[in-house]
């Protein structure tokens, strides 16, 4: 039988280990946020060119897989950066973009709705008592959903198709943040690496979204 001593003691290593992982998922997704902005910034000043659909998917999840092959290790952090920054990239052009057709001023109310989709997606899973991880089989669901519709969305041109694919990766990417954190917190994920790259891909889309959302809303 286990002494009082010997659990607390591990209920302590436990209580540390999961702030280590948190605190490092934060620091990191901070740096990546800044290091994407940066690279953003870059693709603005230099008016460089969106790379397309089949570089964006290769791109996309060449860097991803090679991200998550090597978490457990220090390339994994070199991948990080190098996602991260590929994802920055892409940013650049969509901004220009907006900003050359007198929709600049929505940019900011986008970064602003995203920051407070994460800020109140990781406050509610760091302190509800809710177990999150059954919105598992929604996800999968909405994950599906989201595939048909984007390969929908290539043959058909909609506006309706295309407000609601960006409203429904919204969802999705706050059910991710929400899933994620908790999982730190409970100790389900204790790769901060993972963790990263999961919340950093979700407020990347949460942001697109509300920038086609928006996008669309002010085309006259």
Known sequence: MNSPMFTRTSTQESALQTNKVLRNTYALLSMTLLWSAGVAGV????????????????GFYGLLYLTE??????????????????????IGPMLNMYIGVGMGDIILTALGGTALSFIAASAYALTTKRDLSMMGGLMLSLFVVLVVGMIASIFIQSTILQLAMSSLFIVFSTMAILMTTQGIIRGGETNYISATITLYVSIYNIFISLLSILGIMNDD
């Open 43 to 58: 693709a603005m000043a230099f008016n460089l060119p969106h790379p397309g659909l089949i570089i964006m998917l290769v």
């Open 69 to 90: 092959k090597n978490r457990n290790n220090s390339m994994g952090l070199v991948f990080t950066f190098l996602f991260t920054g590929f994802l920055g990239y892409t």
